[in-house]
T-cell receptor
Framework: GAVVSQHPSWVICKSGTSVKIECRSL??????MFWYRQFPKQSLMLMAT?????????EQGVEKDKFLINHASLTLSTLTVTSAHPEDSSFYICSARDLLKGDDYGYTFGSGTRLTVV | SQQGEEDPQALSIQEGENATMNCSYK?????LQWYRQNSGRGLVHLIL?????REKHSGRLRVTLDTSKKSSSLLITASRAADTASYFC??????????FGQGTRLTINP
């Protein structure tokens, strides 16, 4: 149980275009989802907290207009990287927690999206 | 930065040996969690220890937590080649927000 599906697994796009990444909770409802960014051989940095039916909460230093988050349903959050540039190339990962399960289950992560902007 | 520190950054051991990774953090926490990440993949939750717990076991994993020192350790006993991965500690600081450590890259040599 508590499966999170993330698509696409990888994407290559041209500079200036936008890319949408989807994160779905398959067998539970997630009122809150989290988006992380990870550079090679580095840790995960929380970018924003996605809230179903309301605006996302962005971490300090993360551009809201660059990274658009939409959480329109209890099972889907999307991250859109707008006007992508090579410096946006990174590994993006989403996560969520099934609140009906106890803390011991921790958070469930998607398999990540490797974005390369050329 | 709120991120914690992990050491060592990289660890290479022989199969069958034990592997110990350490994590330090900076603020008060609700719990501390350990995750594994295989190269280029998402994270898998391994174990959670609450702030009022000192030690916890799960299979070949043993986690300790010292809140006075703001540190935790993860011990993997009888390591296997399949344990090769990066290991991250993450602190739950409230509001469902996880703050990750820098990670330890573990390599198990056959």
């Amino acid at each position: 149980g508590a499966v999170v599906s993330q698509h696409p697994s990888w994407v290559i796009c041209k500079s200036g275009t936008s890319v949408k990444i989807e994160c779905r909770s398959l067998d539970f409802q997630a009122t809150t989802m989290f988006w992380y960014r990870q550079f090679p051989k580095q840790s995960l940095m929380l970018m924003a907290t996605s809230n179903e039916g309301s605006k996302a909460t962005y971490e300090q230093g993360v551009e809201k207009d660059k990274f658009l988050i939409n959480h329109a349903s209890l099972t889907l959050s999307t991250l859109t990287v707008t006007s992508a540039h090579p410096e946006d190339s990174s590994f993006y990962i989403c996560s969520a927690r099934d609140l009906l399960k106890g803390d011991d289950y921790g958070y469930t992560f998607g398999s990540g999206t490797r974005l390369t902007v050329v | 930065s709120q991120q914690g520190e992990e050491d060592p950054q990289a660890l290479s051991i022989q199969e069958g040996e034990n592997a110990t990774m350490n994590c330090s953090y900076k603020t008060s926490i609700n719990n501390l969690q350990w995750y594994r990440q295989n190269s280029g993949r998402g994270l898998v939750h391994l174990i959670l220890i609450r702030s009022n717990e000192r030690e916890k076991h799960s299979g070949r994993l043993r986690v300790t937590l010292d809140t006075s020192k703001k540190s935790s350790s993860l011990l993997i006993t009888a390591s296997r080649a399949a344990d090769t991965a990066s290991y991250f500690c993450a602190t739950d600081q409230g509001a469902q927000k996880l703050v990750f450590g820098q990670g330890t890259r573990l390599t198990i040599n056959p």
